[in-house]
């Protein structure tokens, strides 16, 4: 057996193990963040017992407080800790590498046939099944997150501030963050510590929970860690500004998806409505509609669902190409969107990770994510609104009174179509609790059966 010794400066079991590992745990993470972490689980923790439970919960916890996919971002922090510097890079660029090679063959496959009945039929299906996903992502992430009545107060200020009154969604990000900090300490009890035991009558894990990684925090290794990430995350973007200008639909992806990162937290679900407003309303990439059937295709792929920046970035780089051949375009800009969102994942990690290993019951970090969590909750129903609106409706208009600023869908453009198909992939969802790939099948099967209608 390898050997058992935990956080040593050399690899806790074999490096191209920990490779085979990570390949097939890249090819199951379908399902959003949820299931994501559910395969690492499953299979580090309880079947290769490679890392102790509370260290899994450890980790996952920070990860969370991140900006950027908590799921990706765990595969690194374990990669880290099992095999170093090395470990962490293959198992981060692993987690995304399917699902960025089958969301560009699939956005070519949109562009290409987007204005066939085919495909119309089939994103006719897909959509109302993304809604149905979504509103089941609102109810696991409430039920785990809202166990306090000021939480959900959290949450509910939040979908306020976004449905309402049109707040950016990094100032909620904030606030919720303030709220939670400040509520712990007025009322103890909001913010609970996660417990979770790996143990029973199985061996015991190579990396133990009570295990601290042997690495040093020192400012020496950190500003090394910095001065690479950042080098590695910007000079793209600075060749880019150099070679395409400065007002290039280039730059101007790789400036905001850079930004995004910073602000992408609890996840893909929370900051898309971010993203679709930008992208949709003041950069005119893509409509409404096809943001919906982007994240259909990413919801379809293994890997974190923010791939979906990848696809809207793909098309507004093909309608916008400049100099450049519009495929040629499209492909410069998925990539350089797909390395500016991941690659502070990899910076964020191994600066902080040393530094984290000896924050466990920091308090003050544990309270701020919960007020960080509970808001999520509010973020993705207005999400889920936010989806409902364009899917079932085909026509919606911007009411303002006062503060109050909100889309309204027109009720004389209900889609009848889509209203069938969504209520089908609920009943799925939730009577039935069939898997997310079955239930964007059948739908899809929907969709293109709607093609025998008259």
């Known amino acids: 057996m390898t050997n058992p010794r935990a956080a040593v400066s050399g690899d806790v079991v074999p490096f191209r193990e920990a490779v085979r590992a990570w390949v097939s745990i890249s090819l199951q993470t ?23 439970q509370q260290r899994f919960n450890h980790a996952l916890n920070y990860c969370m407080l991140l900006p950027g996919p908590e799921a990706q971002q765990l595969a690194i922090y374990i990669g880290w800790l099992l095999n170093g510097t090395r470990g962490g890079l293959v198992a981060g660029v692993l987690f995304v590498l399917p699902g960025l090679l089958a969301l560009l063959a699939l956005s070519a496959a949109y562009v290409i ?23 089941q992502a609102v109810i696991r992430v409430a039920r785990r997150s809202l166990t306090h009545p000021v939480l959900i107060g959290i949450a509910v200020a939040a979908f ?20 939670g900090w400040g509520m712990h300490r007025l009322v103890p009890g ?37 001065a690479v990430g950042l080098a590695a995350w910007w000079l793209p973007v600075a060749a880019v500004v150099l070679l395409t200008g400065s007002d290039s639909v280039f730059t101007t992806q790789g ?33 409404p509609a096809e943001m919906v059937r982007g994240l259909a295709l990413a919801e379809t792929t293994p890997g974190p669902l923010i791939m979906v920046v990848q696809f809207v970035a793909f098309l507004g780089a093909y309608r916008n190409p400049g100099a450049l051949n519009p495929w040629a375009g499209a492909l410069l ?5 797909t390395w500016v969102t991941f690659v502070p994942c990899f910076l964020f990690i191994f600066l902080g990770a040393p530094y984290v290993e000896k924050l466990r019951h920091n308090t003050a970090i544990s309270a701020a994510l919960t007020g960080i969590t509970a808001a999520v909750v509010g973020v993705i129903a ?30 004389g453009t209900v889609n009848p179509l889509a209203l069938v198909i969504t209520t089908v992939a609920l009943v799925m969802t939730f009577a039935l609790r069939w898997p997310m790939l079955r239930i964007l099948g059948v739908c899809a099967l929907l969709g293109l059966a709607s093609l025998l209608l008259p």
């Open 190 to 226: 909001t913010s609970r510590n996660g417990d979770g035991n790996g143990g029973g009558d199985k061996p015991a894990p190579l990396i133990p929970d009570d295990a601290l990684h042997h690495a040093t925090p020192g400012a020496r290794g950190a500003l090394r860690v910095l």
């Open 113 to 135: 046939w987007q204005d066939t009945s085919l495909i119309t039929a089939l994103f006719a299906g897909i959509a109302p099944a993304v809604l149905a996903i979504v509103a």
């Open 30 to 52: 379908f399902g959003g963040p949820a299931g994501q972490i559910a395969v690492m689980q499953r299979t580090l923790v309880e079947e290769r017992r490679w890392i102790g």
């Open 333 to 337: 800009g998925a990539l350089l969107t």
């Open 160 to 179: 306020a501030a976004l449905a309402l009154f049109a707040i950016p969604f990094p100032v909620v990000v904030a606030g919720a963050a303030a709220l």
């Open 255 to 287: 400036l905001f998806f850079s930004g995004t990162a910073l602000v992408t937290f609890g996840g893909a679900y929370a900051v898309l409505a971010f993203v679709a407003q930008r992208a949709v309303e003041t950069y005119a990439w893509l409509t």
């Open 382 to 411: 207005n999400l889920a609104l936010y989806f409902a609106q364009h899917t079932l409706f085909a026509v919606t208009r911007t009411w303002a009174w006062g503060p109050f600023h909100m889309q309204l869908p027109d009720p």
